[in-house]
């Protein structure tokens, strides 16, 4: 008996635990048994009197319940009751009462059925009393994308009253007993009266407003009844008045719509901004946090970009900028020839372009009129010779697996290597690219015992608990008996995606069994793993991730770092978790792999870990300095390899660059330079490499090129150490690439070009020592080198935006940032700039620590602007919607242009253009796809690519499955696309644009101009306020992703953040704005300034 109770014991502390953090977001078992002590420990009385008092309640709510439904239990309608009074019985009948109270529970009838909800009338009222359900307050359990799903016309129902706006009835069913009609909810009764509606905070007056869920989002009763957005009128000009005073005499216009319209007054438009709404003004909000007082931009404190160049005003410095300006002038260029070309086009045979109901075989014609020309342009003459032939997939090796694996340098080190893992709990390993370290270690820690199987591998039967593998020379079998406390995975992270799936392909082939099974791999939105896994190959944020539920990573026996020496931010934040992890987990081994000889700072700060060298293949380099600073070094770059190819014995080139559009300009120019030299000189194949550039055609590089040619490969910091290219026997190093850095006043990444390090300018030169003895072409100074590059480059967590960071380091428990054990700690400007952002997102509360919408934000994989905008929709009923949306610019690519066909692309994407945005257009897209079963042929005729639409489909499977998880609801908005658009704003809003008087757009925040991208939805639109997603820079700065918004909810969004402006007082853009003078084309714009004509 006394076990059967401690069962009930267990089983009602277990069911409380489960409610805490349902309601409250706390799992506190300890918290749950303090509860139950605490009822235990009542005495009978006081259980007798909270018996009495439930009991008068419910006698109480019988009285309300027979007075309020009266008409249908005592009226003409229903069945007949007999009253319990003599009063009841033999008196006048109870008067109907004239309409619903706030929060009352009324019997009522379902009379129409929408997709977005149902219509219910309430029974037992004088006067008709009819209100909307929406789908979201149907049904607590189930769940639809349609209401039809859940109720039908003509259904009996117990709804209770959430909203009054005059006539208008706000309903809700799930808070309703459906059975007893009993009030699931009582206390918002009881916290509010009337007026209120939700205990989390009273609204105002009758036009109520309920604080939903998580997000704290104040929901209005037009974002329930489905109201369509008022759109706010515009002052008119005189002139404006004039020109629509002309078209209503002319009849071309109804004066109907124009109220101000007064025929006796000689057809004068008067009145016509009576009842234009006033411009709304908005203000940041300058009160900070009690945990950031005194440390932000709003009291003055200067928040400036990490500097990422040791001497700003070095040449090197200088020969970056110059560049950078001649980038914008080709591009210029390229937008000026095109330009000219399109107006070369006679106007009569382009009009059908232009004219939307133009007949198709005029369009056509005009469409390949546009064309001519074009299509070389897309494909230049230099690719089609490139990559113009069959795709290649690399050299095919035609050794054996076994063979492959022991030609690896790795291979003959792989005793010393087990026996030294064995040693040390922590280790760090350098192995030159291509020396086996990712692909071998994991199998040979495997085959040594370290995982929790005794035998992995569907054909190989290898891997055994004991340490037993053969040495490479002799062929002798080694035995070494050996016992871990703790057998689990063996984890290997990855700095790329595509590293970590390519490498898990490889690995599953070497051993033996199918990709998933014993070998798998996860990236974001990806899992590719099962319970046999015990190798496994992991972003560094996968990995990090699972120590969010798991700070142990109990689950692994060895973790190997891969790629230590790229220093992103998930991999600087592993070092500290692992070293306190290893503290505790003295069975856990740590291995940390580079490729660089820079190892003793991995080394010193893991406790002076011994460093394990994988000698690799090198011969000596002789590295060549210009004797003077060169200004274009693309220019000296093309000249040097120009000079390599006509000079040089054979040998590979090797040329880096800093990103796609550098490499391809090169590649141009290098390309007509060698055709202008004619036959007689031998052929340069120019091959470029680029993370956009496909798989198929990067491999090329790695085939030797024909008997009597030479190949040059044109390739970005990727080839510095992630790439092994054999046969290079020249580099040329012009000392640039691209960092992404972070400004903290702007709250926004950019890339920039700068010097790289000494490290880098070491690492690149060691690519010609591959194959034999090299040479390096380094141009810059030997000054240059020695004082204006750094000695190592600038580690990612000191120059980027640290919000995901911080969230997920405080869902850990985190919260002393400051005093975490960074390998490099980032700039505190930095840290208060993330801190501060998610602040006014509503993750962190006013002492700094993580709050329940934060605790729900770190359980997604998104930015926290995403994750927030996806809570949001949840409130706001329209997380179907925006979870689409979300997996489409993960997706990203969603549409394909060619240029032989671009007036049938352009005319396809317009259908799905939404007045709204382009949030919107994806979401039409994306359904349009559902619509048509989600089909291939489809997504051709659409000019859409299928395989990124499968992305998305994956990605929100993903969140759908998570949101499952964590019990959120899945609600659709039907055609109320504000809602989509406020759950946009509740993200976005630090990305607010205001149209400006002159010229394009201005950021709210800062007041840099951008200008909405071409290709968007509302491009000919252009509304006065949008939110967008990201700014992309080429000749201006432009706007991705564009969504109009009413400045009205970037107040109520984010009220941390934004504050409505001081009518009586100018407002912050107000007081920035310059007065601009007509245009006088024989005076400078400023000649009439009192500054310029003082002296």
Not at 75 to 93: D, F, L, N, Q, V
Not at 424 to 449: P, W
Not at 475 to 490: D, P, V, W
Request: glycine fraction near 8%; charged fraction near 25%.
């Amino acid at each position: 008996m006394e076990q059967l109770q401690k069962l009930q014991y267990l089983s009602l502390v277990s069911k409380l635990t489960t409610e805490l953090e349902n309601h409250l977001g706390i799992a506190d078992k300890t918290l749950a048994e303090f509860i139950v002590e605490l009822s235990k420990g009542k005495s009978s009385r006081s259980r007798s009197r909270s018996r009495e008092r439930r009991r008068d309640r419910s006698r109480s709510r019988d009285r309300d319940r027979g007075d309020r439904y009266g008409g249908d239990r005592y009226g003409g309608g229903g069945r007949r009751g007999r009253s319990s009074s003599p009063r009841g019985r033999g008196g006048a009948p109870t008067p109907l009462p004239d309409e619903p109270e706030m929060y009352g529970v009324y019997r009522g009838r379902v009379n129409n059925v929408m997709d977005f909800g149902c219509f219910v009338e309430l029974l037992g009222f004088r006067t008709k009393q009819e209100g909307l359900v929406h789908l979201s307050n149907i049904s607590s359990t189930k769940r639809g994308g349609s209401a039809k799903e859940l109720v039908n016309k003509g259904d009996q129902v117990w709804v209770k009253v959430v909203s009054k706006t005059g006539q208008r009835l706000g309903l809700a069913m799930r808070d309703v007993d459906q059975v007893t009609g009993e009030d699931q909810l009582p206390m918002q009764r009881q916290a509010g009266g009337a007026g209120a509606s939700n205990p989390a905070g009273p609204a105002s007056g009758a036009n109520a407003s309920a604080l939903h869920g998580l997000s704290g989002i104040k929901v209005k009763e037009e974002d329930e009844l489905g109201a369509k957005p008022k759109r706010r009128g515009k002052v008119m000009s005189d002139y404006e008045k004039w020109e629509i005073s002309q078209l209503i005499k002319s009849g071309v216009l109804d004066p109907s719509e124009y109220p101000g319209w007064d025929e006796e007054e000689g057809g004068a438009l008067a009145n016509v901004d009576a009842e234009v709404e006033e411009e709304f003004e908005i203000d940041l909000n300058d009160a900070e946090p009690d945990f950031l007082k005194g440390q932000t931009a709003k009291t003055g404190v200067e928040m400036s970009p990490v500097k990422i160049v040791k001497n700003p005003d070095g040449s090197m410095q200088r020969a970056a900028m110059t560049q950078s300006a001649l980038a914008k002038e080709r591009r210029e260029l390229r937008e000026q020839q095109n330009r000219m070309l399109l107006e070369a086009i006679p106007k009569d045979l382009s009009k059908p372009w232009e004219d939307p109901l133009a007949d198709p075989s005029e369009r056509a014609l005009a469409q390949e009129l546009r064309g001519i020309g074009v299509v070389a342009q897309e494909v230049p003459e230099w690719k089609q010779q490139a990559l113009g032939k069959a795709p290649t997939f690399g050299i095919r090796d035609n050794r054996s697996i076994k063979d492959q694996r022991e030609s690896l340098p790795i291979f003959k080190l792989r005793e010393q290597l087990i026996q030294a893992v064995h040693d040390n709990q922590v280790l760090v390993v350098i192995g030159e690219t291509g020396s086996g370290k990712t692909t071998q270690m994991t199998q040979y820690l495997a085959e040594s015992g370290y995982t929790s199987k005794g035998k992995i591998g569907c054909t190989q039967p290898r891997w055994v608990l004991r340490a037993s593998f053969r040495t490479a020379r002799g062929g002798s079998e080694l035995h070494a008996e050996r016992t871990y406390s703790s057998k689990g995975k063996i984890g290997c992270t990855q700095p790329r995606r595509v590293a970590a799936m390519s490498v898990a392909k490889r690995v599953s082939e070497e051993v033996g069994c199918r990709l998933g099974e014993e070998v798998g791999y996860a990236i974001r939105f990806e899992d590719c793993t099962s319970q046999q896994t015990v190798i496994k190959y992991m972003t560094d944020g996968m990995l990090l991730r699972e120590a969010l539920l798991d700070d142990m990573l109990s689950q692994y026996s060895v973790i190997i770092l891969d790629e230590a020496h790229e220093r992103t931010i998930h991999t600087d934040v592993l070092f500290g978790l692992l070293k306190a992890v290893i503290q505790k987990r003295r069975d856990l081994k740590v291995i940390v792999t580079s490729a660089t000889l820079d190892a003793e700072k991995f080394s010193g700060y893991f406790f002076s870990s011994p460093i394990f060298t994988i000698p690799g293949r090198t011969y000596p380099v002789e590295v060549l300095y210009t004797k003077e600073p060169e200004s274009d070094y693309m220019d000296a770059a093309l000249i040097t390899v120009m000079q390599i190819h006509l000079t040089e014995p054979e040998g590979d080139i090797l040329l880096f660059l800093t990103g796609q559009e550098e490499i391809d300009t090169a590649a141009q120019i290098l390309f007509e330079r060698m055709k202008s030299l004619g036959p007689a000189v031998p052929e340069l194949i120019i091959l470029p490499v680029y993370s956009a550039l496909p798989s198929e055609m990067q491999t090329r590089i790695f085939e030797p090129a024909p008997p009597g040619t030479r190949k040059v490969v044109i390739a970005t910091n990727i080839a510095e150490a992630s790439l092994t290219i054999d046969g290079i026997y020249y580099v040329v190093d012009p000392g640039f690439a691209k960092q992404k850095v972070f400004n903290p006043k702007i709250g926004m990444d950019a890339l920039v070009v700068a010097p790289i390090s000494q490290a880098s300018a070491r690492q690149r030169a060691g690519r010609a020592g591959r194959t034999g003895p090299g040479k390096c072409y380094r141009l810059y100074t030997e000054a240059a080198y020695k004082n204006e590059m750094l000695p190592t480059s600038i580690p990612e967590i000191q120059r980027s935006n640290l919000a995901m960071t911080v969230l997920t380091m405080k869902a850990m428990g985190i919260n002393d940032l400051l005093n975490f054990d960074f390998m490099d700690p980032p700039p505190p400007q930095t840290l208060i700039s993330a801190l501060e952002q998610l602040y006014n997102l509503g993750a962190l509360d006013e002492e700094g620590l993580l709050t329940r919408l934060g605790r729900k934000m770190a359980e997604f994989p998104l930015d926290p602007p995403v994750s927030k905008m996806l809570i949001a929709s949840v409130d706001l009923g329209c997380s179907e919607e925006v979870l689409t949306i979300i997996g489409m610019l993960s997706a990203q690519n969603i549409f394909y242009r060619p240029k032989e066909k671009q007036a049938q692309a352009d005319q396809k994407k317009a259908k799905f253009h939404q007045p709204e945005g382009d949030h919107l257009t994806l979401l039409a897209v994306y359904e349009g796809w559902k619509n048509s079963k989600f089909s291939n042929p489809w997504c051709y005729e659409n000019f859409v690519q299928a395989r990124s639409l499968r992305r998305a489909q994956d990605v929100r499977k993903q969140l759908v499955a998570i949101m499952d998880r964590y019990k959120l609801d899945l609600v659709s908005a039907g055609r109320n696309y504000q809602k989509i658009q406020k759950a946009i704003c509740s993200g976005f809003f630090f990305h607010a644009a205001r149209k400006d008087a002159q010229e394009g757009y201005k950021t709210v925040v800062e007041g840099q101009p951008v200008f909405i991208h071409p290709s968007s939805a509302i491009f000919q639109h252009q509304p006065q306020w949008v939110v967008y997603h990201e700014l992309v820079l080429t000749t201006k700065e432009y706007m991705r992703e564009v969504c109009e918004i009413d400045p009205k909810w970037l107040v109520e969004m984010a009220p941390r953040f934004f504050k409505p402006a001081d009518p009586h007082k100018l407002s912050r853009r107000k007081r920035h704005e310059r007065i601009e003078p007509l245009y006088d084309r024989f005076n400078d714009p400023n000649e009439w300034r009192l500054s310029k004509r003082r002296g």
